[in-house]
T-cell receptor, first 111, second 112 residues
Framework: EADIYQTPRYLVIGTGKKITLECSQTMGHDKMYWYQQDPGMELHLIHYSYGVNSTEKGDLSSESTVSRIRTEHFPLTLESARPSHTSQYLC??????????FGSGTRLTVV | AQSVTQLDSQVPVFEEAPVELRCNYSSSVSVYLFWYVQYPNQGLQLLLKYLSGSTLVESINGFEAEFNKSQTSFHLRKPSVHISDTAEYFCAVSDPNNDMRFGAGTRLTVKP
């Protein structure tokens, strides 16, 4: 039973469109993360948050933005999608350093 | 800061053979260690973790990993693999005050 939810699971969208990928968790975790991952490749941290109104950029430069208005919700937004944004996006959360819980991911294709 | 190195990017193995996926880490402080598994088009699932205590940890599906502090390793092993074990495996390290660092992943392919 998933405690962290990502929607949509799959998204095909045209170039230039604005999109928001949703991530919600029901565990009360303070820390949340967004990773970008190409198929079969390593994870790249693009954004993270340590709590409400706290957001930081990760190791990989990204044209996306995030917000953290509520503890349970950490959406990621692309203002203008491009083919180079085609990838899988994974959301994760944790309370301490004792392991992350991951969502099922959103596979984005920009055509 | 910690770092993780997974020594093999791909490991092909025949069904029912043993397998070892290698992971080394570096850290100046005490660490927690993890193995995650990722099936195609899925997120990462926690396979097993070492937080403290016994250095040998086991998962419910027959995998085990041993924390070796002197060799800074946390290799994942299974004595007999199944086709269903085919997946990407990620080693990760963290401590209570820092975020998790992931290795680049090892693709395990089990052949019939």
């Amino acid at each position: 039973e998933a405690d962290i939810y990502q929607t949509p699971r799959y998204l095909v969208i045209g170039t230039g469109k604005k999109i928001t990928l949703e991530c919600s968790q029901t565990m009360g975790h303070d820390k949340m993360y967004w990773y970008q991952q190409d198929p079969g490749m390593e994870l790249h941290l693009i954004h993270y948050s340590y709590g409400v109104n706290s957001t930081e950029k990760g190791d990989l430069s990204s044209e996306s933005t995030v917000s953290r208005i509520r503890t349970e919700h950490f959406p990621l937004t692309l203002e203008s999608a491009r083919p180079s944004h085609t990838s899988q996006y994974l959301c994760a959360s944790t309370r301490t350093g004792r392991g992350y819980t991951f969502g099922s991911g959103t596979r984005l294709t920009v055509v | 800061a910690q770092s993780v190195t997974q020594l093999d990017s791909q490991v092909p193995v025949f069904e029912e053979a043993p397998v070892e996926l290698r992971c080394n880490y570096s850290s100046s402080v005490s660490v927690y260690l993890f193995w995650y598994v990722q099936y195609p088009n899925q997120g990462l699932q926690l396979l097993l973790k070492y937080l403290s205590g016994s250095t040998l940890v086991e998962s419910i599906n027959g995998f085990e990993a041993e924390f070796n502090k002197s060799q800074t390793s946390f290799h994942l092993r299974k004595p007999s693999v199944h086709i269903s074990d085919t997946a990407e495996y990620f080693c990760a390290v963290s401590d209570p005050n820092n975020d998790m660092r992931f290795g680049a992943g090892t693709r395990l392919t089990v052949k019939p």
